[in-house]
């Protein structure tokens, strides 16, 4: 069992940054996969970026060179460093880790708002 709980999230102007923190706990080893989705009002749970453990990253269009994912393998967590923010990155956030068994475990969420 995995256990996930993000931090970070608040609220900031357009242009602003912001820092994200999953804390991971349990079964880390189980671990294969780490990353942050968002699900905005009235859409879709979509992929915001991922890291494997091999540190293999990957993100989505709408987020590259403005959002970097990265990993403190010392605190078994994954951070998101968000960038340049604007009202459309407004939205729940959720850690997400996968692992070796291809279970999917989620954070609770956390609200991340950006408006002026």
């Known amino acids: 069992q995995v256990q996930l709980v993000e931090s970070g999230g608040g609220l900031v102007q357009p242009g602003g940054s912001l820092r994200l923190s999953c804390a991971a706990s349990?079964?880390?080893?189980?671990?294969?996969?780490m990353g942050w989705y968002r699900q905005g009002l009235g859409k879709q749970r979509e992929l915001v970026a991922t890291?494997?453990?091999?540190?293999?990253?990957n993100y989505a269009d709408s987020v590259k060179g403005r959002f970097t994912i990265s990993r403190d393998t010392a605190k078994n967590a994954v951070n998101l460093q968000m960038n340049s923010l604007n009202p459309e990155d407004t939205a729940v956030y959720y850690c997400?880790?996968?692992?070796?068994?291809?279970?999917?475990?989620w954070g609770q969420g956390t609200q991340v708002t950006v408006s002026s």
């Open positions: 997400h880790a996968l692992s070796s068994t291809y279970f999917n475990y």
């Open positions: 349990g079964s880390i080893s189980s671990i294969i996969r």
């Open positions: 890291i494997q453990n091999s540190g293999t990253t």
